[in-house]
């Protein structure tokens, strides 16, 4: 069949209805794995760095930017002509030390956060077009996370870091990106009053990030997700799903598999459906590198290719709904 689309590779699919399928891509495996390298290449459009860009791992000393990584990880994409989301410039976990445990004042820290975010931002002008500008502020309870920027800022952290990433590159768009938000609940409520104030503002906003690390068997209702995306879009934003995982617990089965496959088909639909939902992104390229087990302890196996980068049902369900 000329025509025939059933095995195409997800990035190809998703290239002809202008939707983004995308990894989270890690250095090592990029720089050593030739295998890893291919499917990548292979199957998604979109990539964003798994850690090379958190404050920490860019900044090992006060004086020292280590950009060898992001850089690596940002020529590939432009290589295979993939779109780059930055992740991330304010986030409480992943800091580096000296700046944690240091004793800088107020007006130093600004100072400092200020340059990071501008000097981050303006080198990659043109290149990274999304940035998750301030990543997971709130508790589940919808109250702000007690974290470094908040007790040495106040809330009012979260306006500066938008302004002062527009500043780096006035053409990328801000993300603010969140876990447990994925459906109706205090956090995404929280988020939700949050990001329409700081339009309010007049600071510039214009997607949601939302996480979706899921746990199969707890998974919130996809009604519950729609009407969240939906919301966002009534205040003009875009949401992009920026780190997809669904953990299953291990030894993991075939009907655990299966299962698994369709959530991602729920969750890519919500998006083809919705006015405003254009990418997806998954939290690494093959079950192989996945966070996942090191974090969670007796779970595994959450992404769309499995320890060999063999497809699993997962990657199935979605090229499935990416069907012309
Ligand atoms: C995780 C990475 O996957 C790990 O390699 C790292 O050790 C810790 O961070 N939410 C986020 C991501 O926004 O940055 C986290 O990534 C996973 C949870």
Redesign the pocket.
């Known amino acids: 069949m000329p025509n025939d689309t059933s095995a195409s590779p997800l990035r190809d699919l998703a290239d002809a209805r202008g939707f983004y399928v995308g990894a989270?891509v890690?250095a090592r495996p990029l720089r050593e794995d030739a295998a890893y390298r291919d499917l990548l290449a292979r199957e998604f459009n979109m990539l964003t760095c798994?850690?090379a860009l958190?404050f920490g791992p860019l900044r090992p000393t006060p004086d020292q930017f280590a950009f060898d990584n992001a850089d690596a990880i940002v020529a590939f994409a432009e290589a295979q002509g993939m779109a780059v989301r930055g992740?991330?410039l304010v986030?409480h976990?992943?800091m580096p030390e000296w700046l944690e445990e240091g004793v800088l004042g107020y007006d130093s820290s600004i100072d400092l956060i200020r340059s990071h975010i501008q000097t981050v931002t303006k080198r990659y002008r043109g290149r990274i077009g999304v940035w998750?500008v301030v990543?997971?502020a709130f508790e589940d309870n919808g109250r702000w996370r007690d974290t470094f920027y908040l007790r040495k800022f106040g809330p009012d952290y979260i306006k500066m870091a938008f302004h002062w990433a527009h500043e780096g590159d006035p053409n990328a768009k801000l993300f603010y990106?969140d876990?447990n938000a994925d459906g109706l609940n205090a956090k995404s409520k929280a988020i939700y009053r949050m990001v329409k104030r700081l339009l309010g503002e007049g600071v510039p906003i214009h997607g949601v990030g939302l996480?979706v690390?899921l746990l199969l068997g707890h998974v919130p209702s996809t009604r519950a997700i729609a009407a969240n995306v939906k919301r966002f879009n009534r205040l003009g934003l875009e949401v992009h799903i920026t780190?997809m995982d669904v953990r299953v617990k291990t030894p993991v089965s075939e009907s655990d598999l299966r299962e698994q496959a369709g959530v991602y088909g729920d969750i890519i639909r919500i998006c083809l459906r919705a006015k405003n939902c254009p990418a997806l992104v998954v939290?690494?390229v093959t079950d192989r590198y996945s966070?996942v087990p090191?974090?969670f302890a007796g779970y595994g196996a959450p992404l769309l290719f499995d320890e060999q980068g063999r497809e699993k049902p997962a990657a199935a369900a979605l090229r499935a709904n990416l069907q012309p």
């Open positions: 989270a890690s798994e850690n958190k992740h991330t986030w976990s992943q998750d990543n997971e990106n876990y996480q690390h780190e939290w690494g966070w090191d974090v």
